[in-house]
């Protein structure tokens, strides 16, 4: 799919948060008939402790999510404010400079490919220059974009688990 039109991510991204919640998705297909995918999420209405969703790190402080896609940022949003983080999210890099300059943030949490004159790894080179101390984590469902990254900044594979995340966070230099 172009950018901007979605990421052909999403049986993907499902297939994590079932599994991250202690669930699974079970897939019946028949040629000419159709696909039907069925949830299948464990009840309850305790929410998973620390140590079942193995999220070790609890961070503070306000996060800037950069994200286009209002569905992966809803669940990132969601996971970050597990962690312990305030997060204000934008939907493009322009954004994110923009809200940097005015309010300012502890660390960016930025998705690489999305639309606009600025990828998430244009953004992160940029914010290298304008503010050098400032933790950049990016995330990245895309394994040629990943491997073009060559290791200038820490990237997260889509889909990623709360523990995956608090893993990453972690090792960012502070």
Do not use: C, W
Not at 55 to 73: Q, Y
Not at 84 to 104: P, T
């Amino acid at each position: 799919k172009p950018i901007g039109k979605g990421t052909g991510l999403g049986l993907s991204q499902v297939h994590g948060f079932a599994h991250q919640a202690g669930g699974t998705v079970k897939v019946a297909s028949e040629l000419g008939k159709g696909t039907t995918f069925t949830i299948v999420l464990p009840r309850g209405i305790d929410a998973p402790s620390r140590e079942a969703t193995g999220a070790a790190f609890r961070g503070s402080g306000t996060v800037l999510l950069v994200e286009d896609n209002p569905d992966v940022a809803l669940v990132s949003i969601g996971l970050l404010e597990q962690l312990g983080y305030k997060v204000r999210r934008v939907a493009d890099a322009e954004a994110a400079l923009r809200e940097i300059e005015s309010n300012g943030v502890d660390f960016v949490f930025s998705d690489i490919v999305m639309p606009g004159k600025m990828d998430g790894l244009s953004l992160a080179h940029r914010l290298r220059q304008i503010r050098p101390g400032l933790p950049i984590l990016l995330a990245t469902g895309y394994s040629e974009v990943a491997a073009g990254v060559r290791g200038d900044f820490p990237i997260l594979r889509k889909p990623y688990e709360i523990h995956e995340l608090s893993e990453a966070i972690a090792k960012l230099p502070r």
